[in-house]
C-alpha cells in the first residue's frame, strides 16, 4: 500500500475506531495547511507546509499525525510530525505506517510506541494532565472550548497562528490572568483575533462576575480613529445594536456617554476630552467594562509617563489585553512590566516565510546632497543660514529646505516606480509632505489631478477621505499618499507597492510599523520595495531587528539614551500623542517666534551635477535582508544540492519542465526568481540569459547574451522546413526581447494565437500541435549547447 492507501485502509479506521469525528466535539482535520509557502515571484511559492492529520477536540488542536507508507518504518515521520507539533503548540506528535504507531510527548520530551490512538476525551485529558486548576477555571475553559470560531458564513479561514493567538488568550483568562499581551507582526490580524476573543467571551457569558447572568461589556481602545473605525467594522458579526461607536460628537448630542451595548469602540483622546476638564471615561463605573482590548499598547496606553495611563488604572477591576506588534526593548518596557510576557509572539520572519506576509525588497539610494554645507553661488530665499555648518538629515524640512533637493529625490523614485502602484512617502513634516505632494504631482504630469494628494493631522476629513480612496481596491485616484507620522499604523491597504522613506525613522518600534504598511497580501503582489533615502536600513543590522522577546532583568539599570543624554529618553521614538506635525518636534518648534524656517535655491550648475547611487537588499529566509554580495554567497552555497555541475546545469535548463522545477526549487531554497532577476541587474546581465548567471555564480562561466544565443541555436536550422524556421524565428525574437520566460512550454499557444490568428491555421502550417510542442521543446537544447556556448 503506498500512502494514500495506507490512510484510507488502516490509519482512518484506527482513528474512527477510537472515537475521532464520532465523539461530539472531535474532528479530524486532513490535510491540514500551516503555512501557504513564501511568494517567490511570478504569483509563485515556495511548497506549503501540510499535516497529514490535527485531531482536534473541544475547538483545540492537541496532536498531529504524519502518515507513512505500509511499507515504510513506522517512526519515518517522527522529524516532520515534530516540527509541525511545534508549529502548532500541541503537544502530542505520532508517526504511524499504519501497523504501527509511535507517540511522542512534545512537553516531557519521552517518546515510545503505542498500540492504538487516545480517544478525544483521553487525549484532552494527557494535554492538560499536568495543570491544577480550580474547578471554577476548568469550567471557564470548557466553556470557552465550546463556542466556535466565528466565519463569517466561511469568508474567515482561520490561520494557524491566530487559533494559536486566541486559544492562548482564552486560556489566561480562565486562569484569572487579569492582564494579558499579544505581540504579533503588523498584517498578521491583530484586530480578526481581537473580534474572535471578544465573540468567545460574549457567547460564553463571561463577565467579571463570572455568574453568566449577563452578557459582557468589551471595550475596544485605540489611539487613531482610523484603528477604532476600522476595529468597529470588523466586528460587524455581532448585531448593529451590541456594537457602540463612542464619540465626542454622540457625547454632546445625548448629554451623557452611552452605556447600552456590548462591544464599545473609542479612542484615548476621546476618554480623555470632556466638559470643565472632566474626563469621559469618569462618567462610566470603574467596573463597567469587563474586558478591555488595548490596540497598539506600545504607543502610549501602557507607559508610565503617559497621561493615558489613567484610562487603564481607572478600569482596573477590567481583564485588560494588550495588542503590539513590537518586541520588548528598552523604549517599551512599561508596556511589558504592565501586561506582563506575552501569552504567544508571531514574528514579522514566520509571517513572511509562511506566506501570510509580503516579503520586501530595500533600494538604499545615496545622493551628493544628502548633506549640505552653503556656497557663496547658492541663494538664501528665508532665514539665515550657519555658513560654517554642515546641515544633515535631520535638519532637512526641519530647520533647512532646499526645493532642489526634494525634486531630484522625488526624480529618483518615481523613475523606478510604476505609475499605477500605490505608494507610501514618509516625510518630516506635514510642510515637506505638503512640498512632496506638489512635486510628485508636477513630475508626473498624467493628467490625473488625483494621483497624489497628503494625508496628515491638518488635512482633517478631507484627508480621511483621501486615505478611504486609497485603500479601496477598486479606485485608482490616488495612487500616491504623502504623510509625516499619520499612516505610519493603522492603514490597512494591502495594495501598497512602495515605501518611501524622506525622513530619518529613529525609533525601531516606527520603522517596523512603517515596513508593515506593505506587508498584507494581495492578489499579484510578490514582494514590495522601500525607497530608503536616510540610511533606515541600519536598523535591519540592529539585533532587535525581529529578534525575540528581550529579557530585561526587573531592577536593572536603564541605559542613558546616547543622543539625549536622558533617562528616560526624550528624543522622539515614534508617533507621540503630543508631537507637532508641523514642525515634527515636541515641544512644538512653531509657536517660538525666532523659528524660521531657511529655505535655500541651488545654483543651476549644482542642479545639473546632482548624482546617486542605488544599493538593493534581498529579504533572506533567515529574516534579515542581505546585501548582493550576501545573496551571492548563500545561493553559490545553495548549489551544489541542486545541480553538480555546468553540464547537469544545462541538461536541466534546456527542458522547460525541468527548468521550471530548479526555479521552484530556488525559490523555496530563498532565492526567488525576482531576485535571481534582481542579480541579474546587478551583474549587468539583463540582455543574459538566467541561466548564465548560474553558471557564472557557480562555476564562473563566461556570460553570453540571449542575442547570440539565438544566432548561434540557428545553425541547427538545417533541420526544420521553412515554415518551421519562421515559427522558430518568432519564438527566438521573443526570448531574445524578454528572455527565458518565452520558452516556458504554457507559451506555445498564446505564440501561435499571435503569429497565426488562430491554431487551426497554424496547424497548417506546421503540423499538429503535439508536433509543434515537441519542435518547441527540442530546439531549445540547441540554445544551451556546450559548442554553441563556447
Not at 547658492?378 to 525634486?407: A, H, Q
Not at 525622513?503 to 510578490?526: A, H, P, Y
Request: glycine share 6%; with cysteine; charged share 30%.
Amino acid at each position: 500500500m503506498n500512502e494514500a492507501e495506507t490512510r484510507a485502509e488502516l490509519i482512518d479506521p484506527a482513528l474512527a475506531k477510537a472515537g475521532w469525528d464520532v465523539v461530539e466535539g472531535s474532528r479530524i482535520r486532513r490535510e491540514f495547511r500551516i503555512s501557504q509557502g513564501r511568494l517567490i515571484g511570478k504569483g509563485q511559492r515556495s511548497k506549503p507546509q501540510k499535516v497529514d492529520y490535527v485531531l482536534q477536540y473541544k475547538n483545540h488542536n492537541l496532536a498531529v499525525i504524519e502518515a507513512k507508507a505500509f511499507k515504510e518504518y513506522y517512526t519515518e515521520g517522527v522529524a516532520q510530525a515534530k516540527d509541525y507539533a511545534s508549529k502548532l503548540h500541541v503537544r502530542f506528535a505520532y508517526s504511524s505506517n499504519g501497523k504501527q504507531i509511535y507517540l511522542i510527548d512534545m512537553h516531557k520530551g519521552i517518546e515510545y510506541e503505542v498500540s492504538n490512538f487516545p480517544t478525544p476525551d483521553e487525549l484532552w485529558d494527557m494535554t492538560f494532565a499536568h495543570e491544577k486548576l480550580a474547578p471554577g477555571q476548568i469550567v471557564w475553559r470548557e466553556r470557552f472550548s465550546s463556542i466556535p470560531f466565528e466565519t463569517k458564513g466561511g469568508l474567515w479561514n482561520i490561520r494557524y497562528y491566530q487559533e494559536l493567538a486566541i486559544n492562548y488568550t482564552m486560556e489566561a483568562i480562565a486562569k484569572d490572568n487579569t492582564r494579558i499581551l499579544l505581540t504579533l507582526a503588523t498584517g498578521t490580524g491583530k484586530t480578526a483575533i481581537a473580534f474572535q476573543i471578544a465573540w468567545k467571551l460574549y457567547h460564553s457569558r463571561w463577565s467579571l462576575t463570572k455568574d453568566t447572568t449577563r452578557l459582557p461589556r468589551i471595550l475596544f481602545l485605540a489611539d487613531r480613529n482610523i484603528l477604532a473605525n476600522q476595529a468597529f467594522n470588523s466586528f460587524s458579526a455581532f448585531k448593529e445594536d451590541e456594537l457602540v461607536r463612542i464619540s465626542p460628537d454622540q457625547i454632546k448630542k445625548k448629554g451623557r456617554v452611552p452605556t447600552n451595548g456590548s462591544v464599545f469602540f473609542t479612542i484615548f483622546q476621546t476618554f480623555m476630552s470632556g466638559d470643565n476638564d472632566t474626563p469621559y471615561f469618569g462618567d462610566y463605573p470603574q467596573d463597567f467594562f469587563d474586558f478591555i482590548i488595548i490596540d497598539e499598547c506600545h504607543r502610549g496606553g501602557a507607559n508610565d509617563e503617559s497621561t493615558w495611563r489613567a484610562i487603564l488604572e481607572y478600569f482596573s477591576p477590567a481583564v485588560q489585553l494588550g495588542l503590539t506588534a513590537t518586541p520588548k526593548r528598552d523604549v517599551n518596557i512599561d508596556t511589558y512590566r504592565y501586561f506582563g510576557e506575552p501569552v504567544y509572539t508571531y514574528s514579522l520572519k514566520e509571517g513572511i516565510n509562511d506566506g501570510f506576509l509580503t516579503p520586501f525588497r530595500v533600494r538604499q539610494i545615496e545622493t551628493s546632497i544628502d548633506e549640505y554645507l552653503y556656497e557663496p553661488d547658492d541663494d538664501i530665499i528665508e532665514g539665515e543660514i550657519d555658513t560654517e555648518k554642515k546641515y544633515k538629515e535631520t535638519d532637512f524640512n526641519r530647520t533647512i529646505e532646499i526645493t532642489e533637493r526634494e525634486k531630484y529625490r522625488v526624480k529618483v523614485f518615481m523613475d523606478e516606480i510604476k505609475s499605477n502602484e500605490k505608494t507610501l512617502v514618509f516625510c518630516a513634516s506635514q510642510r515637506h509632505a505638503l512640498l512632496i505632494r506638489d512635486l510628485i504631482n508636477q513630475y508626473a504630469n498624467n493628467g490625473n489631478p488625483n494621483y497624489c494628494h497628503r494625508v496628515t493631522a491638518n488635512d482633517g476629513k478631507l484627508g480621511e477621505q483621501f486615505l478611504r480612496e486609497f485603500q479601496d481596491y477598486d479606485k485608482r485616484e490616488p495612487l500616491i499618499l504623502t504623510t509625516s507620522h499619520k499612516l505610519s499604523t493603522g492603514v490597512d491597504a494591502p495594495e501598497v507597492k512602495n515605501i518611501v522613506l524622506l525622513r530619518v525613522i529613529r525609533s525601531m518600534i516606527e520603522f517596523k510599523q512603517i515596513i508593515g504598511r506593505g506587508t498584507r497580501l494581495f492578489q499579484n503582489k510578490d514582494y514590495f520595495t522601500i525607497f530608503d533615502f536616510v540610511k533606515a536600513h541600519q536598523h535591519f543590522q540592529d539585533k532587535e531587528w525581529d529578534g525575540p522577546p528581550e529579557e530585561i532583568v526587573n531592577g536593572g539599570e536603564k541605559k542613558i539614551c546616547e543622543n539625549c543624554g536622558q533617562q528616560p529618553c526624550t528624543c522622539i521614538i515614534g508617533p507621540h500623542p503630543f508631537l507637532c506635525e508641523k514642525c515634527g518636534f515636541y515641544p512644538c518648534q512653531c509657536e517660538k517666534p525666532h523659528f524660521t524656517m531657511i529655505k535655500v535655491k541651488l545654483s543651476d550648475g549644482k542642479v545639473r551635477e546632482l548624482w546617486n547611487k542605488k544599493d538593493t537588499t534581498f529579504w533572506s529566509a533567515d529574516g534579515k535582508p542581505i546585501t548582493a554580495e550576501q545573496f551571492l554567497q548563500s545561493l553559490f552555497g545553495a548549489i551544489p544540492d541542486l545541480f553538480k555541475n555546468e553540464a547537469e546545469l544545462r541538461e536541466i535548463w534546456s527542458k522547460p519542465d525541468t527548468r521550471k522545477k530548479l526555479i521552484n526549487q530556488l525559490g523555496s531554497r530563498g532565492f526567488p526568481k525576482e531576485q535571481l532577476q534582481e542579480l541579474q541587474a546587478l551583474l549587468k546581465a539583463e540582455k543574459n540569459d538566467l541561466y548564465d548567471v548560474l553558471a557564472y555564480v557557480a562555476f564562473q562561466a563566461e556570460m553570453i547574451d540571449r542575442s547570440t544565443r539565438a544566432s548561434l541555436a540557428k545553425i541547427h536550422f538545417i533541420n526544420y522546413n521553412d515554415k518551421q524556421q519562421e515559427f522558430l524565428n518568432f519564438v527566438l525574437s521573443q526570448y531574445i526581447t524578454l528572455g527565458v520566460e518565452e520558452l516556458d512550454d504554457v507559451k506555445i499557444t498564446p505564440f501561435l494565437l499571435l503569429k497565426y490568428r488562430a491554431i487551426e491555421d497554424a496547424k497548417i502550417q506546421l503540423g499538429n500541435v503535439a508536433s509543434i510542442r515537441k519542435m518547441f521543446i527540442e530546439f531549445q537544447s540547441h540554445l544551451y549547447d556546450e559548442r554553441e556556448a563556447g
